[in-house]
């Protein structure tokens, strides 16, 4: 079968397509209409012809106690918290979406291989809205380890961890604060003046932030510092902010430039 497309498009829509994505969101992540992607389906149904790729499901490790990968699971549960949500397909798949900043190429691409690795054969797709990437992965057991899904904006419902995910945590704070920090925190140069010999002088000083307005979402951060034994402080009413320079150092240990 000749397609004006490239192959690895067609392959890749189709899977998407026999995860439960819709045909108007699988056509927006690979750039073609709708019909489109209706009309692959049709050639492929009707003519059996193998595809890409043999789609199978991964087993899930809270329902069928399959493995799990708890640093990259720790790591995506952040991202989760800070910028990502589960939507629902057909045939009961979820599709758990992480919006990043596109400028950020190196975390776009990690976001991608943390769902690899949290989903094994998992199939993430992107796509791109003005200034941002959506990285997308389709499985019908995403509920199963995000269960602060639910409706509604995070910040207007109560989010809480169940025992397992605050054990995994505990185990891996480096890479769930990783998740917070490079999806809603930043690193920046904060300055201050004070007199010195009657001289008033300027002084630069590098700071970690987080913001959210989840008050549950800003406790998590916090606990998860205190874990690191990193002092913080609420800077603001949604923000946390760590200035001194012991935890500013070690927070880049732990958590590492966006980029």
């Known amino acids: 079968m000749t397609h004006v497309r490239p192959q690895h498009v067609v392959d890749s829509a189709l899977a998407a397509s026999d995860a439960g994505v819709g045909d108007a969101e699988n056509a927006a992540m690979h750039g073609v209409a709708v019909k489109t992607i209706r009309r692959w389906r049709r050639l492929y149904q009707r003519r059996g012809l193998p595809r890409g790729q043999v789609h199978t499901s991964a087993s899930c490790p809270r329902c069928d106690g399959a493995g799990l990968d708890e640093p990259a699971y720790a790591e995506l549960l952040g991202w989760y918290l800070g910028d990502g949500h589960l939507s629902r397909g057909r045939r009961d798949v979820w599709n758990l979406h992480i919006y990043n900043d596109a400028t950020y190429v190196h975390d776009n691409q990690a976001i991608a291989s943390l769902m690899r690795r949290v989903k094994p054969a998992g ?50 704070p480096g890479p769930f604060l990783r998740g917070l920090f490079h999806s809603d925190g930043c690193r920046a140069n904060n300055w201050t003046t004070r007199r010195v010999g009657g001289e008033l002088k300027r002084y630069d000083y590098p700071r970690w932030q987080f913001s959210n307005r989840s008050e549950d979402i800003l406790g998590l951060c916090t606990w998860a510092l205190d874990l690191v034994d990193v002092p913080w402080r609420r800077s603001g009413r949604w923000c946390v902010s760590v200035s001194r320079r012991a935890g500013v150092a070690r927070l880049d240990e732990l958590v590492g430039p966006k980029r």
């Open 123 to 172: 199939r993430p797709h992107t796509r791109l809205i003005p200034g941002c990437v959506i990285t997308t992965v389709s499985w019908k057991h995403w509920t199963c380890l995000f269960p602060q899904h639910g409706p509604g904006r995070k910040h207007e419902r109560v989010i809480a961890l169940e025992p397992w995910q605050e054990e995994i945590v505990e185990r891996h």
